[in-house]
């Protein structure tokens, strides 16, 4: 046998997209929602602010004292020492939610944590450093033997927030001390962004759905679909409405019909599979048809096929995106977490959404360096270092189970123990 | 007026307890819970499993492809190189999913990522490496200039999880991943400990709940209660079922009542406010009269005190919990996520409830030491430092907003910029 007059030349490699590329042209994609609703602030948790919060209040609202102990005037306490203590009677007693009297020269309060400062107190003693006693007339009597400094232990008004400023700006992803702010301003209810709507597609002959095979009745070459339960909890994490539509119809106009259907009433079609150029089905010349689609290769170490397209609806001026991630469990996962994520943010408004990182010493050692952009999923151990999983392959969670979170390792890096590299914690990957 | 004969001694400082014994005495108190439920795997994300996951199946189940090209028998490609390529008859075409026939010697097979590798097959070739043409007869031709290492491309069955293996312990919480996972082994139910009932109690006269009395017409001295929104969320978060019963009753036989029908169906009743020494209510003597109740002053800022206990029920055999946070807000926040947070996860079964720490460069100075360990609120910078929010007050929630984690300072400590410092972000401590 001869070698062959090639019929195909010999398929050149797609250039492969930088992630920040990739990111970038996502993100210019996401025009944010311009729908808002109106929800109890009890039930904003992860959402994300569509309004400016700025205080009618002043917090706190009085001058009050930062301590249990009492209010004095400090010009009545200033011959006070330790071998001459100065000895004034107590007139009130002021708990926090009440207000008292005007405070009269040579007179002192009781006063609480919280409790308003009296008009003409200038400072707050402490009640370790007093000691108590009664007159004759059993009217209380507090001893000081030392005068404290202007303004000590009284938290000033507004020191904390001041009214009219803008506490909480629009497009604020709102977590549970955004909730307790929001309450300390006195709103109870808060406008918000509307939460994205995601229809959520598989693709590929051998998944199995669990519970409806058993594993020892499985055929040779399937595998169970684990990518739809973590796409479905991190997509509910970041606020949006999931429709799974389940498995891609195995024809072409079914498919057509399905992706139509799904796009007129959600935001962005997400699917996972049959991204990769060997692959074959209907997903990719249905989105071509219906709107467009580009197939990306992007130079990133697990991952690189990503399909970022549009489909449009019956509405010229509207449309649903499209998104493909690729079949492996951890490819698509970290697409997800590193692309999808920041995407959906920015579609509800978030300004800046991208994840806080860390430079942490490594504890491995990698010899190979790979022409991709790699994530290594990684612990952080007791001695503040990173530990690296054995086994980094994408077929698989276990890696990310194990993990708490990636090593964001630069093409063409090798790493020696010690290196400082760049931590993404999943926490921070997963909010 | 000369110095009283003292009538109290002046109250000695009651010694501060350390955080980290009033955590294990916490700790040490939460039996965890015995009751599991069954649920959907897809209803699981946050839950605490209460089962070993012991894999049925290898992970991947057969040798499978981890490229798109040509499944090869090594030993048909010893003689080819670049000058003299070895041209081989493509037989078959295996897409994932599928099984193949057993690889003929002399022959190829068209090989999908994620398909069975074909019995005598043992290397894969990138199709990127490959030039195709056909046979007089059309029949496809590949050819090879090279010969690829035994193994190439090929993941091995059971490389990822291997069968009988344990791939998740009881006490695990669940996430996204972990999910994934269970999905892959082919679980679609996941044994899982119950919800922690908590009960939800505020105290303090001047607390007002939002939305009853604009901020105009707020009383002198009154504040908005903000503590049971962030409080609410945080306990969602970990899982839990929370009955918010509002202010508790001013009254002793009223907040009596309201706890003992509280502790019969709650595992821990949760108070924010009345803990300090010098404030007054009805909760401390009710609890103590219920059951019993420790009142702590914890060595940490914000915090301080802190009150835990509990409250017999009908059945002498069973307890609720009982525990008391402090008022001020950031207190509240800052003692529910490095106390209340753990014992909740160890209340569901979860042995390590530590906080994963970093060690990062402060961008900051602290000059003046204090006698507690404090929890400074600080940001993350682009520089790979922390900065630190200029107002650390605890009477609102602005630096926890502002801020992504907490500084964890040693009593006594100063820091100079670039110190190496603890940091917790709030992305593990919320989650």
Chains 1, 2 share one sequence.
Request: aromatic residues 4%.
């Amino acid at each position: 046998m001869t070698a062959p007059a090639p019929t195909s030349a010999p398929p050149t490699r797609q250039p492969l997209m930088a992630l920040d590329q990739a990111l970038s042209s996502l993100l210019a994609s996401a025009q944010p929602l311009a729908d808002t609703e109106v929800v109890d602030t009890f039930n904003a948790d992860g959402r994300v602010l569509a309004q400016s919060l700025v205080s009618a209040l002043h917090v706190p609202p009085q001058d009050n004292s930062s301590m249990d102990g009492y209010a004095v005037r400090c010009a009545d306490l200033s011959s006070a020492s330790a071998a001459s203590p100065v000895v004034l009677p107590v007139t009130q007693r002021i708990a926090a939610g009440h207000s008292g009297q005007p405070l009269q020269p040579g007179t002192v309060a009781r006063i609480f944590t919280g409790a308003p400062v009296p008009a003409g107190a200038d400072a707050i003693v402490m009640q370790e450093e007093v000691v108590l006693g009664a007159g004759p007339d059993s009217q209380p009597l507090a001893s000081f033997s030392a005068c404290p400094p202007t303004g000590a232990w009284i938290r000033r008004a507004g020191e904390d927030v001041t009214r009219g400023a803008e506490v909480l700006h629009p497009g604020t992803r709102l977590g549970p001390a955004e909730l307790g702010l929001a309450a300390s301003l006195g709103l109870a209810q808060l406008t918000v962004c509307r939460r994205p709507r995601v229809a959520l597609f598989s693709t590929g002959d051998e998944l199995v759905m669990p519970g409806t095979v058993p594993p020892e009745a499985m055929a040779p070459g399937a595998i169970y679909n684990s990518n739809r339960f973590f796409l479905r909890a991190l997509l509910q994490r970041l606020g949006c409405e999931v429709s799974d539509l389940g498995i891609v119809p195995d024809n072409r106009a079914a498919t057509v019909q399905a992706l139509t259907d799904a796009a007129q009433t959600h935001d962005l079609i997400l699917t996972s599979g049959g991204v990769s150029v060997g692959e074959e089905d209907h997903i990719k010349p249905a989105v071509q048809q219906l709107g467009g689609l580009d197939l990306w290769q992007i130079a990133m170490k697990p991952g690189k096929p990503f399909a970022h397209g549009h489909i449009r609806r019956a509405d010229p001026h509207s449309l649903a995106h499209f998104i493909g991630l690729p079949g492996n469990p951890v490819s698509s996962f970290m697409t997800f977490v590193l692309l999808v994520r920041p995407f959906l943010l920015r579609l509800q408004g978030v300004a800046d959404v991208a994840c806080p990182a860390q430079t942490l010493p490594a504890h491995f050692t990698v010899t190979k360096a790979d022409r991709r952009r790699e994530f290594l999923r990684v612990r952080r151990n007791a001695a503040g270092g990173l530990d690296l999983f054995a086994n980094q392959s994408s077929g698989v969670l276990t890696s990310a189970v194990w993990g708490d979170g990636v090593v964001d390792l630069p093409a063409g890096t090798t790493v020696a123990p010690g290196d400082a590299v760049r931590f993404l914690a999943f926490a921070d990957l997963l909010a």
